[in-house]
């Protein structure tokens, strides 16, 4: 249970994440990124002109890789972490031992991803020093794996050899959907029973963050279940995580009996959730997971008062600039123009 923290403590906490997200990216600086025509303009700009400086110093912006430069940029990721989670060790709000689970189970997914695209041995590029230092799984014996047998070995030691074990005791290869459900209802099983030693106006803020990111979990796998797989209603039923409760169970009935994904879809823009999500950023279904959570976290940044709300909402707002610099790197890697690429960014779409 989080334990009660003094007025100061918490005043240096807030102070410290809104100092570190006022050096976000501006709309400026996303309108010069999305004007640019290479992968070396855009590491150049943010080598000279952004946060993302300290991690990029050593770079030879003219000659950097497109994965060289991603896995850069996750190092500051890391690194904000950790500076984060120095404050969180001291008032003991317990948020480091989610924050290395959920980046833990990020890296199985993505190995499993990379393992069954015959890509495995990438995985290492997507670990920094900061993850291998924390984490018991070792990136560079997961690449390895060839399938999911031997990413289970990999994991030996760990509790989440324990938790996929069952998937491996059947005559088919676990999806990935089936693997996400497993983990992600184990960490959010942690996350709320970290909410649940908190109480009152913190409470209800964390529950609003969280429960949001546990729901728009469901909407995504529902309309992936209907559109690629056409599954039928007991089966995306067995591929939920435990609701979140931020959209109504009427509402989230309706999107799994909808007869098709297109109108599921409707049925989650008709629902307080939805409508928070402007019509502009509607049009790829890949991005709600990001979108959904972004408002609040933007708003709780500014003003909650409980530190650890801000923290998670800063999280989760640094978390969406990266994704939205990725979706850049790789729009300009295809030569798209700017303004559809813009369509694909959350916290740079305006």
Avoid at 37 to 65: F, G, M, P, Q, W
Avoid at 146 to 163: D, I, Q, S, V
Wanted: hydrophobic share 45%; net charge positive.
């Amino acid at each position: 249970m989080p334990k009660k923290i003094s007025e100061y403590s918490a005043n240096v906490i807030l102070a410290k994440a809104r100092a570190m997200y006022g050096r976000a990216l501006t709309p400026a600086d996303y309108s010069r990124l999305l004007n640019v025509r290479s992968v070396s303009e855009i590491a150049a700009y943010l080598k000279h002109e952004t946060h993302y400086a300290e991690v990029l110093a050593d770079i030879n912006e003219s000659t950097v890789h497109r994965g060289h430069l991603e896995a850069l940029l996750r190092r500051k990721l890391w690194i904000d972490y950790g500076r984060l989670v120095r404050y969180d060790n001291a008032v003991g709000m317990h948020l480091s031992s989610y924050i290395i689970q959920r980046e833990e189970i990020g890296m199985i997914l993505l190995c499993l991803r990379l393992m069954n695209a015959g890509r495995g041995q990438e995985l290492v590029l997507s670990a920094p020093p900061q993850f291998t230092a924390l984490s018991k799984l070792n990136p560079v014996i997961m690449g390895q794996a060839e399938n999911f047998e031997e990413l289970l070995e990999a994991a030996a030691g760990t509790g989440y050899h324990k938790l996929l074990r069952p998937l491996a005791m059947t005559d088919r290869a676990p999806t990935v959907t089936q693997v996400e459900t497993v983990l992600y209802t184990h960490l959010f099983g942690k996350l709320n029973t970290l909410i649940a030693g908190t109480s009152g106006e913190q409470r209800r803020q964390l529950q609003s963050l969280c429960g949001i990111q546990q729901d728009i979990q469901n909407v995504t796998r529902i309309l992936r279940l209907k559109s690629y797989f056409q599954a039928d209603a007991e089966t995306i039923r067995s591929n939920l995580i435990p609701a979140g409760g931020r959209i109504s169970k009427k509402a989230m009935a309706a999107m799994i009996g909808a007869p098709t994904a297109e109108e599921a879809r409707e049925i989650f823009f008709s629902t307080a959730a939805g409508r928070r999500i402007p019509q502009s950023l509607r049009q790829y279904e890949f991005n709600l997971v990001r979108q959904a959570p972004y408002f609040g976290a933007r708003y709780h940044i500014h003003f909650s008062t409980w530190p650890m709300v801000v923290l998670m909402a800063y999280m989760l707002l640094l978390e969406n600039e990266l994704d939205d610099i990725v979706n850049i790197i790789e729009g300009v890697r295809y030569r798209l123009p700017g303004e559809e690429i813009r369509t694909m960014l959350v916290a740079g779409a305006k």
